[in-house]
Nanobody
Framework: QVQLVESGGGLVQPGGSLRLSCAAS????????MGWYRQAPGHQREEVAS???????SYADSVKGRFTISRDNAKNTVYLQMTSLKPEDSAVYYC?????????WGQGTQVTVSS
C-alpha cells in the first residue's frame, strides 16, 4: 500500500503563484509516475501534469507555460509550481501515483483563485 500526503493549497489572487507538494510513503517502487489531477465542481477530474521517475513529463494544454512539475526521487515527493494562476484553475488538486500496475490517490487539496 502507498500513502500520498498533499500540501500547499490555498487561496490566491489571479496572477499569483502556489506550490503543491505530494509525499509518498509505504510500498515504494523506484519505477513510477507521479502527477497531479484536478476536479472543479460539475467537471470531470482531469490530468494537469505528470512526471515519470526517469524524467519524462506531460502537461495539459491549459497549463503549459504556467505550471511546472518536478520531483525529488530521494524524498519520493512530487511538486507542482503554479504561476500566473487564473480563476479557472480553481479546483481540488489530487496527487496520483502509478507503479507496478497500481494507482494511488491523495486526499486532495483545494486551490482557489479569486480576488
Amino acid at each position: 500500500q502507498v500513502q500520498l500526503v498533499e500540501s500547499g493549497g490555498g487561496l490566491v489572487q489571479p496572477g499569483g503563484s502556489l506550490r503543491l507538494s505530494c509525499a509518498a510513503s509505504g510500498r515504494i517502487f523506484s519505477a513510477n509516475t507521479m502527477g497531479w489531477y484536478r476536479q472543479a465542481p460539475g467537471h470531470q477530474r482531469e490530468e494537469v501534469a505528470s512526471m515519470h521517475s526517469g524524467g519524462l513529463t506531460s502537461y495539459a494544454d491549459s497549463v503549459k507555460g504556467r505550471f511546472t512539475i518536478s520531483r525529488d526521487n530521494a524524498k519520493n515527493t512530487v511538486y507542482l509550481q503554479m504561476t500566473s494562476l487564473k480563476p479557472e484553475d480553481s479546483a481540488v488538486y489530487y496527487c496520483r501515483r502509478f507503479q507496478v500496475g497500481e494507482i494511488y490517490w491523495g486526499q486532495g487539496t483545494q486551490v482557489t483563485v479569486s480576488s
